[in-house]
């Protein structure tokens, strides 16, 4: 899990609730494919189901995006319900992995489909591991 500590006591706080219907294949929306936005007593969560392809990453990374660089608390990334990554939703995991917030806070990703376990592994991107995940090197 990455900390980092606020730079500043009046660092901004946002609050959002939202859902995105993400489009599938075909371009039309696609109701399995969704990104949520919650927040919860200083906690976002932005969660992911169904398959982030190359179409929907560009959603899926302007939802992290909007979130990251001002958080304070902690922000997590549940992927348990999604069941394929493409490189354009890895590398935006990639992004605010690598770039601290504004205002501090911490990250943690979550994953339980193997395949969108191996993109993280593959891309060096800790995620929280589900205590019931067997490895695959076991």
């Known amino acids: 899990m990455l900390v980092i500590k606020p730079s500043s006591p009046e660092a901004p706080r946002i609050g959002l609730a939202a859902a995105t219907v993400l489009a599938g294949a075909s371009g039309l929306p696609d109701p399995l494919n969704r ?57 935006a995991l990639q992004y605010i992995w690598r770039h601290h917030p504004l205002g501090g806070g911490q990250l943690q990703i979550t994953a339980e489909h193997p395949e969108v376990i191996a993109a993280l592994d593959t891309a060096n991107i800790p995620r929280v591991r589900v205590p019931n995940q067997v490895s695959s090197t076991s």
Do not use: K
């Open 35 to 91: 990104v949520t936005v919650a927040t919860s007593d200083g906690m976002i969560t932005v969660a992911a189901t169904g398959r982030i392809d190359q179409l929907t990453a560009v959603t899926f990374r302007a939802e992290l995006l909007a979130v990251w660089p001002v958080r304070v608390g902690m922000l997590t990334v549940d992927l348990s319900a999604c069941t394929y990554l493409s490189i354009g939703a890895v590398r």
